[in-house]
């Protein structure tokens, strides 16, 4: 069975044995959940087109108050002008609904079941013929429920008479229709990527392969499996699958209800899915020319340059070279919305007619939203889909008989333009790519067929494929940003109100965004006044959505917790300072680092390195931390995020005056708070995974943290020291560096009474050239003492191997010796059996002391 039916089939069980009247309501309930249930599914089969004929379904049923609306939605699904776009996985489902069935046909069967629970209530409705299709089940039974629940009131004694007819009918379908057996499962996906699959249905194998893989981008939610995975609207599991709700209208600005037929529970459902009306939309300001025409020495249908467009040399040069060569097949512009790919291909492909390079241009729009002065608006898109893109380019080279010839196939006809256009050399551009129905696979499908002297250009904010040439498109230059506000404001009429505060402040904020800076300037004209630019930005809830929604939602997991948790503490931080705070909140490491570069890569956030020690810090542009900031607002993981949030606050923030200073600086902060807070009682353990993180990629941060625990003095402390600094000199530090750590080495051995690990670190300390020689000499010292009085527990050879090695640094720089240096080094030549050696130490010694106590020790041992 069907979990979310089943559900409340057992419903109906457990009423059976209370009343007639519960009974009979339970079993409308189950009706109007199976309804339901069939209807999304088939929905769900609908692939998007241009018109957005699912999506005019969904949205008349978010508003729906009753179950007419859902029957028309599902015959408009089955027969209507949405019917086109269902999948071919589906027309099973479609047939064995739309098919004309007689006795002993299932369909038939739960028909007259149905009409024969309406004579039973007494209730008027559509007479049975001798053959009929399912649908007549489903106006059936609008009738019944409008009649009973709905509208109508029933007496018990009348109930029970239909309640069996009612049972008999439900369980056929449930039975017997293949949409209730094919593959429903409930997905979230999980940190690392993989989703957590909880099937609705016996056969959960399709979903299987989401446990396992991380490079799915599923949304999550209910699905159900045609060929594809595919989003059930509407319809929302509970924790476990205990519980389901379906969409029962009231659709608002903000959110729409949920209702569980199983509990009567009610959630919200979340409005701003069906924001948009539904229906045709007008067609985009850059959808193609209808036709191709000549340009130049080419035939184009690129619509016209944007008369308001402000050149960008740099980034015009760099595409210009990429769409001239002949060796990169595919060249994609990469970037934030609104930050101006359209229009900089707009301008260079113009730029390009008279090159002769290309004999044909054609541009194919997938463009849903024109982002105008006065906001965002939504647009219609001209292709989608492999299919539109085939009928378009037929539109545009073919006469319209032949591209309406019955047999022809339009997408096999774009995909050998594709490897060999009949025109000659041809540059397909895709513009708006990430709104294709699965960019992905159109991406391979194009690379499939795309062949030389062919080259295509993509436009789009996301980037998930491979095999293409990368150009991303940033902010404006300083000097572009300054010309666009200039020429903006010379069009809106305010050019007077623009001094010299103003347009830095309205650069500054907007970071090089073309767009963001038109918002402003409109603002400003439709004011009059002059705002605080952060605050209209962060009520600007169109412009936010227009530019990140898209990129957001197609973001992992772990990129969305990242991205929130830089949204919650608004300043740069150490790349691997976030990565490590985020490891420790979600275990999963290389989903973190992945999530963090997505960050980068979508142009969600930005990276910059410090000069002090080159590492990198990361932050976020003003308008993407406004949107992050909404997001929190409302996120379940909005207390652990925060948590994260207090973490990275330890570093301290990052003012545009010290960022310079580094890692090292933020560190130094870091540590000096966790001493603060252990010193307050707080464990080490809390923060040593975070710290511990930060060191094996930053290894001056073990010399930091070895410091402090040094200076704390307890036995414990001295040990983590011993280990952090052991840990540091392994990664082979320069030289400075090293012989500090070798010092603190020997300092942490000598408190905890480990004579030769104190011993060792400073003749390996005194093997650095930069070593002060009395520092050696003073190591010399240590460990002719340690040797007089048998404190090294160790063989003779190893004993003798000590001496050695210091005696051999010691004789190389014998030139600094003083006579004390000198005696010292004689005490080193007899613990190696050197007597000869220690003897002319001795003589030498004297020659620059006479009176030297040790040398004339010395003398009168050896007898010199």
């Not at 540590?671 to 009682?681: C, F, H, Y």
Request: glycine share 8%.
């Amino acid at each position: 069975m069907h979990r979310a039916i089943d559900q409340v089939l057992q419903r109906v069980r457990d009423a059976r044995a209370d009343s007639d009247l519960n009974y009979f309501f339970s079993l409308l309930l189950a009706g109007e959940a199976l309804f339901k249930t069939v209807t999304l599914g088939m929905i769900a089969a609908l692939e998007d087109d241009k018109d957005r004929n699912r999506y005019r379904l969904e949205h008349a049923l978010a508003r729906a108050d009753g179950l007419g609306e859902w029957g028309r939605a599902l015959e408009d699904a089955l027969s209507g002008p949405a019917s086109q776009y269902l999948l071919v996985d589906a027309r099973t489902e479609q047939a064995e609904l739309a098919r004309v069935c007689g006795p002993g046909d299932w369909q038939y069967e739960a028909v007259a079941s149905m009409k024969a629970a309406l004579n039973a209530l007494g209730i008027e409705g559509e007479e049975l013929p001798a053959r009929t299709d399912l649908r007549r089940w489903f106006r059936l039974f609008v009738t019944l429920r409008n009649k009973t629940r709905g509208h109508g009131a029933m007496q018990p004694a009348k109930v029970g008479r239909g309640a069996g007819d009612l049972q008999t009918s439900i369980d056929c379908i449930c039975a017997n229709f293949s949409l209730l057996r094919r593959p429903w499962a409930d997905l979230f996906r999980n940190y690392s990527g993989k989703y957590r699959v909880l099937p609705m249905t016996d056969d959960p194998t399709p979903f299987e392969s989401l446990r396992k893989q991380s490079h799915h981008t599923l949304r999550n939610g209910v699905y159900v499996y045609f060929g594809s995975f595919r989003r059930v609207p509407l319809l929302c599991a509970g924790p476990e699958l205990r519980d389901f709700y379906f969409a029962n209208g009231g659709l608002g600005a903000k959110r729409f209800e949920m209702l569980s037929y199983l509990t009567d529970d009610r959630l919200d459902g979340d409005a701003g899915d069906y924001a948009a009306p539904p229906g045709t939309l007008p067609a985009s300001e850059t959808e193609g020319q209808g036709e191709l025409i000549p340009c130049g020495r080419c035939f184009s249908n690129v619509p016209d340059a944007l008369e308001d467009y402000v050149p960008r040399p740099a980034l015009e040069g760099d595409l210009r070279r990429l769409l001239l060569d002949d060796r990169r097949p595919v060249v994609t512009l990469v970037g934030r919305g609104g930050i101006g790919k359209t229009s900089l291909s707009l301008k260079v492909i113009h730029d390009l007619y008279d090159t002769g390079r290309y004999e044909a241009v054609v541009w194919l729009s997938a463009r849903d939203v024109d982002l105008k002065l006065t906001g965002p608006k939504p647009v219609r898109p001209d292709v989608v889909s492999p299919d539109d893109m085939g009928r378009l380019y037929a539109r545009l080279v073919l006469p319209t008989n032949q591209v309406k010839a019955k047999g022809f196939n339009a997408r096999a006809f774009f995909e050998k333009q594709l490897e060999k256009n009949e025109l000659g050399a041809c540059l397909y551009v895709f513009d708006n790519f990430e709104t294709t129905q699965n960019p992905i696979d159109m991406f391979n499908w194009i690379d499939t067929f795309i062949r030389s002297p062919n080259k295509v250009l993509i436009t789009t904010r996301l980037r998930d494929f491979k095999g293409d040439y990368p150009l991303e498109v940033r902010g404006m230059e300083d000097a572009e940003s300054r010309e666009l506000v200039a020429r903006a404001g010379a069009s809106l009429g305010i050019s007077g109100t623009l001094d010299r505060a103003r347009v830095d402040e309205i650069v500054q904020t907007a970071e090089g965004h073309p767009y963001v800076m038109k918002i402003l300037l409109g603002e400003l004209a439709r004011t009059g006044r002059v705002a605080n630019v952060a605050k209209v930005i962060a009520g600007n809830d169109e412009l936010l959505t227009a530019l990140f929604e898209r990129t957001y939602a197609s973001l992992a997991p772990c990129a969305q917790r990242a991205f929130l948790t830089m949204c919650a503490w608004n300043s740069s931080v150490p790349r691997i300072a976030l990565e490590a705070v985020l490891m420790r909140s979600t275990a999963e490491r290389m989903e973190v680092e992945s999530g963090v570069e997505a960050l980068v890569q979508y142009s969600m956030a930005e990276l910059h390195t410090a000069p002090a020690d080159q590492q990198v810090f990361i932050r976020l542009p003003l308008v993407a931390s406004a949107f992050g900031k909404k997001k929190l607002t409302v996120s379940p993981l909005r207390t652990s995020i925060l948590s994260d949030v207090e973490l990275l606050q330890m570093l301290g923030p990052s003012r545009s005056d010290d960022i310079h200073l580094g890692l090292a600086h933020k560190l130094e902060k870091f540590i000096s708070n966790i001493a603060r807070r252990v010193d307050d009682g707080q464990s080490f353990d809390d923060y040593a995974p975070i710290v511990e993180m930060i060191c094996r990629a930053y290894a001056p941060g073990w010399l930091m943290l070895a410091r402090w625990h040094l200076g704390t003095g307890a036995p414990e402390d001295c040990e983590k020291a011993k280990a952090e600094l052991t840990r540091y000199l392994e990664q082979q530090p320069a030289e400075a560096d090293a012989a500090e750590a070798w010092r603190l080495l020997g300092h942490a051995c000598y408190r905890l009474a480990d004579r030769l690990g104190e011993i060792h670190a400073f003749i390996e300390r005194a093997q650095l050239a930069s070593v002060p020689f009395y520092d050696v000499s003073n190591t010399a010292n240590r460990l002719n003492a340690l040797l007089r009085e048998h404190e090294l527990d160790v063989d003779k050879d190893e004993k003798r191997h000590l001496a050695q090695r210091l005696l051999v640094v010691l004789e190389g720089r014998r030139s600094e010796a003083t006579a004390d240096d000198l005696s010292r080094m004689a005490w080193l030549a007899l613990h190696t059996e050197q007597q000869l050696k220690a003897g002319e130490f001795t003589r030498a010694g004297l020659q620059l002391e006479p009176d030297n106590p040790h040398c004339v020790g010395l003398k009168e041992r050896l007898g010199v």
